[in-house]
């Protein structure tokens, strides 16, 4: 009995453990439009750290932003400390009002993105290299829009369900409409 009634609390527990989703920033402002802030010229500056959360490397990035119609075109060039230099050209299909698909030569299928007030939720696999072969990583990318250039994205990768590391940066807009 006691079992049982233990089971049905942890049940209820876990039930009322809900994550936070986008939906939650619904009204935060400044309204984050993707097409708006990815235009034009933005640079990245952040860190990778591993799974105990200790910065392994840092890196910048340039990033060149054009949108045609629906389709967006992120072409995203890194330089990490260590000197290695990285390209991600991402390409973003608008699927509804405040959904986008995207892909990029290192996701496997395609990223998932919602949009709401001043925020960006991506889930999606990223192929890294891992000694002579590679691994596929679960991504759960956050970004959050914190001033009309500046937007901050946390990302958290995982394998398996497991938290093996984590990537924070600062994405900032430039030249002519930065504001």
């Known amino acids: 009995m006691k079992r049982t009634l233990l089971a049905i609390a942890w049940v209820v527990v876990l039930a009322g453990c809900t994550g936070i989703t986008v939906e939650d920033y619904r009204g935060a402002e400044p309204k ?4 708006s802030f990815f235009q034009g ?5 952040g860190v990778v750290k591993n799974r105990a959360g200790r910065v392994i490397r840092t890196f910048n990035a340039e990033i060149a932003a054009d949108w045609d119609g629906d389709t967006g075109t992120l072409v995203e060039d890194f330089v990490f400390n260590d000197g290695e230099e990285q390209r991600r050209v991402w390409t973003l299909r608008r699927t509804g009002p405040e959904t986008y698909t995207g892909s990029a030569g290192d996701v496997v299928g395609d990223a998932e993105l919602a949009l709401a007030g001043n925020s960006l939720f991506l889930d999606y696999v ?5 000694g ?14 914190v001033s009309p250039s500046v937007l901050i994205n ?4 995982s394998k398996f369900g497991v938290r093996v590391g984590s990537l924070l940066l600062v994405i900032e807009r430039r030249g002519p409409g930065a504001r």
């Open 32 to 35: 984050l439009e993707l097409e």
């Open 41 to 45: 010229p933005l640079s990245a500056h």
């Open 132 to 145: 002579d072969s590679s691994i596929d990583l679960r991504v759960d990318d956050r970004m959050y829009l």
């Open 126 to 130: 990223l192929r890294v290299p891992y």
């Open 154 to 157: 946390e990302s958290v990768m």
